[in-house]
């Protein structure tokens, strides 16, 4: 099996960049400084977790990713990080250019889930997405 974890992130990175335009910030890792204390201004938006799954059978190599998304804001009420989500799903629930991959299907697959971080202070939105790929001949 083909693994489409890098392709995918790059293609989920470039989708929410095109989306976003730099406001909020987009990052497939949060920055942190020396002491681990995160230094990212909010609101921004997360690429986090990912798994791949083989759906490989006699005739076709397949696979699904798994790709979660976090969406993070301190204003007051989880309004800032529901409209960013909601940007979030418009511009990931499509059928993304992954580079050596053609994306058979794809969907929401959880989510998305509206959280309180324990902090008190930020809200916190979650969504993950299914995508089905099948590597193209070279």
Request: proline content about 5%.
């Amino acid at each position: 099996m083909k693994d489409p974890s890098l392709p995918v992130q790059e293609a989920v990175y470039a989708a929410l960049e095109a989306a976003f335009n730099g406001s909020p910030r987009v990052y497939d890792r949060v920055p942190q400084d020396e002491n681990g204390r995160l230094t990212a201004s909010f609101p921004y938006v997360a690429i986090g977790e990912d798994q791949v799954t083989s759906e490989a059978d006699a005739c076709h190599d397949a696979s699904s990713i798994f790709v979660t998304v976090h969406v993070w804001s301190r204003k007051v009420g989880k309004v800032e990080a529901k409209t960013i989500m909601a940007a979030v799903c418009e511009a990931l629930d499509v059928k993304l250019a992954v580079a050596g991959f053609g994306v058979i299907g794809h969907e929401v697959e959880t989510g998305p889930q509206h959280l309180t971080d324990a902090d008190g202070l930020t809200s916190h939105s979650v969504v993950t997405f299914r995508y089905r790929l099948a590597p193209v001949a070279a």
